[in-house]
C-alpha cells in the first residue's frame, strides 16, 4: 500500500470489510437492532475495487473455497484461497480491538498482504458515500445486480452521519423585547478551559440560550445559511426544514441528544399542528426519510437529486467483528436502526459561525448548527 500505510479505525474496518467478505462469499442482512438474520442474505459474486492501475475482480470461485484476481481486461492476475483472507481478516480484526491509541496505526502484515493482491488504496473518496462496490445474487430478482455499499464501523469513534458545516447552520429570528445591550450580553458568554497548551475560550452555547429563553424571547425558524442545504430538505420533504429547526432549538435548549428521544418530544408538542387524531407518523415518516437520505448520499453542499451513491445500502462493523448490511429492500429495518442509533453533536461554534447573536436592520438572529453523529 504505497499511497498510505496507515489509517485509523474507520478506514481500516473498510479494510476489514473487504478482507471479511472475501473469507465468507456471503453477506447476511440485519434486523433494526442490529441482530443477523439468518435467512436474508445475498451471495457475492465478486468485490471491484478501484485502483491507480485500473479496476480489478475479486471474483468468488464457484466451488466457494478460493478468490481469482482479475484485472479490468479480465487477465487473470492470482487466485488465492478464501481462508488466506480469513486470516488477515481476523489479524486486523484484533488489530483494531487492541489498538489503544486515537489516530493512524500501521499494520505491515496487511499491507504486505494487499500488496500482494495489488490493491494501493485505503480508503474510498470522501465525496462517495459507496465504500465498498459488490456483484451480488440477488434471491429476490434472480438478477445479479452490482451495488454500491456505505460502511460503518463501531470497532472506533462514533461516525458521523451528517457533518458541520457553516452552511448546516439553521437561522432563528428572535421574537420580544430585545436590545443591543441584550446582545452584547449573550455574545460575551463564554467558557474558560484549561489545557495543555493554555487556556481555550468556547462558546457559551446553553447560558446564552437560557438567557435569551429567559427574556421571553421566543425563536422561531427563519432560514437555512446554506441554499443548497436547504433546497435538499425541501426535496426530500417541504416540511423537513421546520421540523428539524424544531428538533435543533429543543436539543440545544435542554441537552438532550437522542434523536429518537427529541423526535418523541416533537411529536408530543406538535408545533407544526399536523392532524394527528389518527395517529400519522408525520413527524418520524418524515424524519426517518431524511437521515435515511443522508446515509445514502445526500451531502448539504452538493445538489442532491435523489439518486443514491450508496445503492446497495449500509454495511455495519459489529464490535464482534461480525458484518451485516441494510439492503434497500429491508429499508424499514434500516430506517429504524439510524433512527435508535444517532444523536445531535455540537460542532465548534467559532469554526461553524453559530450560537451568536446578530442584528440585521432591526431584527435579531441567531444560528444554530447541525451535526449528526452515531451514538457507537
Not at 429543543?250 to 395517529?279: A, C, H, Q, R
Amino acid at each position: 500500500m504505497t499511497d498510505k500505510n496507515s489509517g485509523n479505525k474507520g478506514e481500516w474496518s473498510e479494510v476489514y470489510t473487504f478482507l471479511y467478505l472475501l473469507s465468507k462469499g456471503r453477506l447476511y442482512g440485519a434486523d433494526s437492532e442490529l441482530n443477523r438474520l439468518e435467512d436474508v442474505f445475498y451471495d457475492i459474486i465478486k468485490i471491484i475495487r478501484h485502483e491507480k492501475k485500473g479496476v480489478l475482480n475479486f471474483i468468488v470461485s464457484e466451488n466457494e473455497k478460493d478468490i481469482e484476481i482479475v484485472d479490468g481486461n479480465d487477465n487473470h492476475l492470482i487466485t488465492l484461497q478464501m481462508s488466506e483472507f480469513d486470516k488477515k481478516a481476523n489479524l486486523l480484526l484484533n488489530k483494531i480491538i487492541n489498538q489503544k491509541t486515537a489516530g493512524a496505526f500501521e499494520v505491515p502484515e496487511i499491507t504486505d498482504f494487499l500488496n500482494k493482491i495489488n490493491c494501493f488504496k485505503l480508503k474510498a473518496p470522501s465525496k462517495d458515500k459507496s465504500d465498498i462496490t459488490l456483484k451480488v445474487h440477488d434471491f429476490h430478482t434472480g438478477i445479479d445486480p452490482t451495488l454500491g455499499f456505505s460502511i460503518k464501523s463501531r470497532l472506533g469513534k462514533p461516525s458521523t452521519l451528517l457533518n458541520a458545516g457553516k452552511n448546516t447552520n439553521f437561522i432563528y429570528k428572535l421574537n420580544g423585547n430585545f436590545t443591543d445591550d441584550d446582545m452584547n450580553k449573550v455574545n460575551s458568554m463564554v467558557h474558560i478551559k484549561k489545557t495543555k497548551k493554555g487556556e481555550k475560550v468556547e462558546t457559551a452555547i446553553g447560558e446564552r440560550l437560557s438567557y435569551i429563553l429567559s427574556k421571553d424571547i421566543k425563536l422561531t425558524h427563519f432560514d437555512i445559511s446554506g441554499k443548497n442545504f436547504k433546497n435538499n430538505l425541501i426535496l426530500i420533504d417541504t416540511m423537513l426544514p421546520n421540523i428539524i429547526s424544531n428538533m435543533l432549538l429543543e436539543y440545544y435548549s435542554t441537552g438532550v441528544s437522542n434523536i429518537k428521544i427529541l423526535l418523541d418530544k416533537i411529536i408530543e408538542e406538535n408545533p407544526l399542528n399536523f392532524d394527528l387524531s389518527e395517529n400519522h407518523p408525520f413527524y418520524s415518516y418524515k424524519f426517518k426519510k431524511f437521515i435515511t437520505e443522508s446515509a445514502l448520499g445526500m451531502l448539504p453542499g452538493t445538489v442532491w437529486t435523489g439518486k443514491a451513491n450508496a445503492t446497495g445500502g449500509y454495511i455495519v462493523v459489529k464490535e464482534d467483528g461480525d458484518v451485516l448490511c441494510y439492503h434497500l429492500y429491508n429499508r424499514n429495518e434500516f430506517e429504524d436502526y439510524l433512527l435508535n442509533n444517532t444523536r445531535f453533536e455540537r460542532a465548534s461554534a467559532s469554526r461553524h459561525d453559530f450560537a451568536k447573536v446578530y442584528k440585521i436592520n432591526n431584527d435579531y438572529f441567531i444560528n444554530l448548527n447541525l451535526q449528526i453523529r452515531f451514538i457507537k
